[in-house]
Nanobody
Framework: QVQLVESGGGLVQAGGSLRLSCAAS????????MAWFRQAPGKEREFVAA???????YGADSVKGRFTISRDNAKNTVYLQMNSLKPEETAVYYC????????????????WGQGTQVTVSS
C-alpha cells in the first residue's frame, strides 16, 4: 500500500505560479512511477504530467514549457511546479502512483491522493 497526500493548492491569479507537493508513505517510493492528473467540475480526469522511476519526465502538450514534474526519492515526494497558470486550469489536482511504467490513463494507476484544489482567477 502507498498513501499519498497532496498539498500546495490555492488561489492564484492568471499568469501566476504554484508548486504542488505529494508526500508518499508506505512501500518504497522509488519503485513507483508518479503522475499528476486534474479534474475540473463536470469534466473527466485528465493527465497533466508524470515521472518514471528513473526520472524520465512526461507532460501533456497543454502544459509543456510551463509545468515541471520532479521527484525527490530521499523525501518520498513528487512535485509539480506550475507557471503561467490559466483560468481554465482551475481544477482539483491529484497525485497518483503505479508500480509499473508511466502511462497517461488514469484507470491504470493504483494509488491516489485526496486531491488539492487549484483556482486560477482571471
Amino acid at each position: 500500500q502507498v498513501q499519498l497526500v497532496e498539498s500546495g493548492g490555492g488561489l492564484v491569479q492568471a499568469g501566476g505560479s504554484l508548486r504542488l507537493s505529494c508526500a508518499a508513505s508506505g512501500r518504497t517510493f522509488s519503485a513507483y512511477a508518479m503522475a499528476w492528473f486534474r479534474q475540473a467540475p463536470g469534466k473527466e480526469r485528465e493527465f497533466v504530467a508524470a515521472i518514471s522511476r528513473t526520472g524520465v519526465r512526461y507532460g501533456a502538450d497543454s502544459v509543456k514549457g510551463r509545468f515541471t514534474i520532479s521527484r525527490d526519492n530521499a523525501k518520498n515526494t513528487v512535485y509539480l511546479q506550475m507557471n503561467s497558470l490559466k483560468p481554465e486550469e482551475t481544477a482539483v489536482y491529484y497525485c497518483a502512483a503505479r508500480s509499473e511504467g508511466v502511462v497517461m490513463d488514469a484507470r491504470r494507476y493504483d494509488y491516489w491522493g485526496q486531491g488539492t484544489q487549484v483556482t486560477v482567477s482571471s
